[in-house]
């Protein structure tokens, strides 16, 4: 009875502690898109210091929408990505340097879609 008792208790804390998925912002849903266009260029080899400084500054925007929200796990990945996207505008024709900062850049992104990315289908996802 009393492992009962405490299960419920934990279901009931676990639905008071995670909130549900939330609309994101058309905007949020813009940089994204953004975000997603430019880093499948510079995988192509195109335009890959402007794609690289456009990345940068979208994700400025990112960052100050997700400190806002306090999540330790978003500011930690924002910063990967930032840094990522400014090793390789700066990378030049050094193939390996731009390898190095997309790696930063997909950790980053992934480091902050598995917590707070809700794919509710293939086209639509929402904020966790
Ligand atoms: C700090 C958090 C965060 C970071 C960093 C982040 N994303 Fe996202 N991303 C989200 C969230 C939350 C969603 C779901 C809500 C939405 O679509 O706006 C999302 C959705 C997306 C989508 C789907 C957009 C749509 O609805 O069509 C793409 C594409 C995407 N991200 C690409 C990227 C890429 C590429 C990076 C890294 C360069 C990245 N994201 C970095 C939080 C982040």
Do not use: Y
């Given at each position: 009875?009393k492992t009962?008792?405490?299960t419920?208790?934990?279901?009931?804390?676990?639905a008071?502690?995670?909130?549900?998925?939330?609309?994101?912002?058309?905007?949020?849903?813009?940089?994204?898109?953004?975000?997603?266009?430019?880093?499948?260029a510079i995988?192509?080899g195109?335009d890959?210091?402007?794609?690289?400084?456009?990345?940068g500054?979208?994700?400025?925007?990112v960052?100050a929408?997700?400190?806002?929200?306090?999540s330790?796990?978003?500011?930690?990945?924002?910063k990967?990505v930032?840094?990522?996207?400014?090793a390789?505008?700066?990378?030049?024709?050094?193939k390996?340097?731009v390898?190095?900062?997309?790696?930063?850049?997909g950790?980053?992104?992934?480091?902050?879609?598995?917590p707070?990315?809700?794919?509710?289908?293939?086209?639509?996802?929402?904020?966790k």
């Open positions: 009875m009962l008792k405490v419920f208790a934990c279901l009931f804390l676990a008071a502690i995670c909130p549900a998925a939330e609309d994101p912002s058309p905007e949020h849903v813009k940089w994204m898109k953004a975000l997603g266009a430019q880093m499948g995988r192509k195109a890959v210091t402007k794609n690289a400084t456009d990345m500054e979208t994700m400025k925007a960052a929408f997700w400190d806002a929200r306090h330790e796990a978003a500011t930690k990945a924002s990967s930032i840094d990522g996207a400014a390789i505008a700066k990378a030049g024709d050094d390996e340097a390898t190095v900062g997309m790696k930063m850049m950790g980053g992104c992934k480091g902050c879609h598995d707070h990315r809700e794919k509710i289908s293939d086209t639509e996802s929402k904020i």
